[in-house]
């Protein structure tokens, strides 16, 4: 069956369909990771690694540990390996005895910061993180600082927090003025409504022609739940809203 295959892949479900659905192990290490590593980012840009465990329950032990180290135990205790002698025909090959030498002379720690590729640290704010990671739907969060994340099903988008209206308040390419008490001015949240009446914020919208896109920038006069004022769109007395810049 072997003899039929040409290709690397091929090779490998082979190997892969023996015992299928039951738990496997493979002898993959550190060192097969970085290899991986840079072929997937040479071939196709993307720097994804060898997982430790496959849906079909294949897993990898050592992926915890370099080669040599391997083999140094192996031959502290006498346990014999085996070599693939095809790796060096391989592009596998290439990259283990060419191209990783050569990293290294342009830095003795190059495998290991080749790995930091597969480092899985958020960049982003958990808040944020959790929010993406959460099931569609509409919900927002915190992030401090003034700035709060908002996410409709499949759509998300930053915006200020709820900010207090008291003299002027400037919100994007809104300046948005008020004496009166009581007011803040924040961003559209869907199911808004008009204060003492029924209309919805997103009828206003759709009736104005607003696009979509731009309804999540849109401020709000509101007090408490009760949208007072919608610049631009809706006037409230006492409330003058002026549009700046775009």
């Not at 994804?48 to 180290?69: A, H, N, S, T, Y």
């Not at 915190?142 to 099903?153: K, P, S, T």
Request: hydrophobic share 35%; with cysteine; net charge positive.
């Amino acid at each position: 069956m072997a003899g039929r295959c040409t290709t690397e892949a091929a090779l490998r479900d082979i190997r892969y369909s023996f015992r299928a659905g039951e738990l496997r192990a493979t002898g993959h290490t550190l060192s097969d990771q970085v290899e991986t590593i840079l072929y997937r980012l040479a071939a196709s840009g993307n720097t994804k690694g060898i997982k430790v465990q496959r849906e079909d329950g294949v897993v990898r032990p050592l992926l915890c540990v370099w080669r040599e180290e391997t083999e140094a135990y192996c031959r502290e205790r006498g346990l014999e390996w085996r070599t693939d002698s095809t790796n060096p025909d391989t592009l596998r090959g290439l990259i283990r005895h060419r191209v990783l030498p050569l990293l290294a002379q342009v830095h003795p720690s190059a495998r290991e910061n080749i790995l930091r590729a597969l480092d899985e640290r958020r960049t982003m704010p958990p808040a944020l993180a959790e929010l993406l990671d959460s099931p569609p739907g509409s919900k927002r969060v915190d992030l401090g600082g003034g700035l709060q994340a908002v996410r409709e099903h499949d759509r998300l988008w930053l915006e200020g927090g709820p900010r207090d209206l008291d003299g002027t308040v400037a919100w994007g390419p809104w300046r948005i003025e008020s004496r009166l008490p009581g007011l803040k001015v924040r961003g559209w949240r869907p199911g808004d409504r008009l204060a003492g009446r029924s209309r919805k914020i997103q009828d206003v919208f759709v009736d104005a022609k607003v696009p979509r896109s731009d309804r999540e920038g849109w401020p709000l006069v509101v007090r408490g739940d009760e949208v007072v004022a919608v610049p631009g769109l809706v006037e409230a007395e006492g409330v003058t809203a002026t549009r700046v810049a775009d």
